[in-house]
């Protein structure tokens, strides 16, 4: 591949973007790709994108905006730039490229929707899902009291009988024990309402998380990158490669999220964190 060819690419949707009149900024804003990504794609650099399918998705999008066939397009980034950061899930036989295209299509379709959503709305769901979902603590019963039995009226002591005897001089009464001194009855401890999360990322990978309806990460992170996020309500967790994620839960180590170069989206919280604990 020619440097020439490799120029072509971003000159061409340069090209169809200045034929629209329609600036960076505007692309940016109907697809929430920021302004740098977008000019590192114009002048060819593909080191400054996410990888993988997130890459191939930035292409789709900027096409589409510009006028440009999205599937053509993707076609020709995938021919120019057969990097492993470009090319990895991406389908190359005629028998499964239909899957393919369909695939890009509903990952890029669900990324731009998650970046889009708008943190109040996001706040309000999780705030209402949650409420519905959460489990009140079962209250402890007490005791039944056995109904009093019949007696016939000769058991029945006589008034004179029921009087209190009086005690002997210079005795000391016995204290009869009241409500206030029976032992309280216990209640189950109430479920945690909140949540330490730790993240380390094995290799480059690209992470989006959402924490309590506020973005806390967007962006590729670097080997070794290790993270610490307090949840008290939920975290939606986004990862271009899940084999590359390790996450421990309250100081707990998680199962793993899913294989090397999968793209997963996960839902964690107080009330059902312990599914993700590893079993081992």
């Known amino acids: 591949m020619s440097a020439e060819r490799a120029t072509d690419f971003g000159s061409k949707l340069r090209q169809a973007r200045e034929r629209r009149g329609v600036s960076l900024r505007a692309i940016s804003d109907a697809t929430k790709i920021s302004v740098?990504?977008?000019?590192?794609?114009?002048?060819?650099?593909?080191?400054?994108?996410?990888?993988?399918?997130?890459?191939?998705?930035?292409v789709r999008s900027y096409a589409i905006q510009v006028g440009l066939d999205p599937e053509a397009t993707i076609q020709e980034f995938v021919a120019q730039f057969p990097q492993d950061s470009v090319t990895a899930g991406h389908q190359?036989?005629?028998a499964d490229e239909a899957e393919s295209v369909d695939s890009d299509r509903r990952m890029a379709r669900a990324f731009l929707q998650l970046a889009g959503?708008?943190?109040?709305?996001?706040?309000?769901?999780?705030?209402?899902?949650?409420?519905?979902?959460?489990?009140?603590?079962?209250?402890?019963?007490?005791?039944?009291v056995a109904a009093p039995e019949s007696v016939p009226a000769s058991a029945v002591p006589s008034p004179?009988?029921?009087?209190?005897?009086?005690?002997?001089?210079?005795?000391?009464?016995?204290?009869?024990?009241?409500?206030?001194?029976?032992?309280?009855?216990?209640t189950d401890p109430p479920a945690e309402d909140?949540?330490?999360?730790?993240?380390?990322?094995?290799?480059?990978?690209?992470?989006?998380?959402t924490v309590?309806?506020?973005?806390?990460i967007e962006q590729l992170l670097p080997e070794g990158d290790q993270r610490t996020l307090e949840v008290r309500r939920e975290m939606v967790l986004t990862a271009g490669d899940a084999g590359a994620i390790v996450l421990t839960l309250n100081g707990a180590p998680a199962r793993?999220?899913?294989?090397?170069?999968?793209?997963?989206?996960?839902?964690?919280?107080?009330?059902?964190?312990?599914?993700?604990?590893?079993?081992?």
């Open 117 to 144: 959503v708008s943190v109040p709305i996001v706040g309000a769901l999780l705030y209402f899902g949650l409420g519905m979902r959460r489990i009140t603590p079962p209250r402890a019963d007490p005791p039944s």
């Open 256 to 280: 793993p999220l899913g294989k090397a170069n999968e793209v997963v989206t996960v839902r964690v919280n107080p009330a059902n964190f312990r599914d993700y604990l590893s079993t081992r």
């Open 160 to 186: 004179a009988a029921s009087q209190p005897v009086p005690a002997p001089s210079g005795s000391t009464p016995t204290p009869q024990p009241s409500a206030a001194t029976q032992p309280a009855v216990k």
């Open 212 to 216: 309590d309806g506020r973005k806390a």
């Open 92 to 94: 190359h036989s005629p």
């Open 194 to 209: 909140s949540l330490t999360i730790g993240l380390l990322a094995r290799r480059r990978c690209y992470v989006s998380a």
């Open 36 to 58: 740098a990504v977008l000019e590192a794609l114009e002048r060819n650099d593909v080191s400054r994108l996410p990888g993988g399918i997130f890459s191939r998705a930035f």
